[in-house]
């Protein structure tokens, strides 16, 4: 099983750029799909964006496709969030997430988060 831990939230403003982190161990972190989720007070948790276990494929939410940039570093076991241009809707717990089952489309598995390895989230609070 592997252990996700995030970091790199914090506050901003309307506009601003953040980059999240997700350090992973564990487990053989090449061969997970990884992904980030949000959940803003009140709301279900959402799907955000998600990588190929390559790094070569990614899917996003269309709330953030062309602001948000996924990436990862299998060498260092990590996974990355750019956020850019920011919004106030943007306010949310990210968690990062781990899934190693196999789909032909291969983002499935982790957006239906039934198997999901998840972090202990980091807060993003972005003010207008």
């Known amino acids: 099983q592997v252990q996700l831990v995030e970091s790199g939230g914090g506050l901003a403003q309307a506009g601003d750029s953040l980059r999240l982190s997700c350090a992973a161990s564990?487990?053989?972190?090449?061969?997970?799909?990884m992904g980030w989720f949000r959940q803003a007070p009140g709301k279900e948790r959402e799907f955000v964006a998600a990588?190929?276990?390559?790094?070569?494929?990614?899917y996003y939410a269309d709330s953030v496709k062309g602001r948000f940039t996924i990436s990862r570093d299998n060498a260092k076991n990590m996974v990355y969030l750019q956020m850019k241009r920011l919004k106030p809707e943007d306010t949310a717990v990210y968690y990062c997430a781990a899934d190693k089952s196999y789909a032909s489309r291969w983002y499935v598995p982790l957006l239906a988060s039934e198997s999901n390895s998840w972090g202990q989230g980091t807060q993003v609070t972005v003010s207008s």
């Open positions: 564990g487990a053989t972190f090449s061969s997970y799909v």
């Open positions: 990588i190929s276990r390559s790094g070569g494929a990614t």
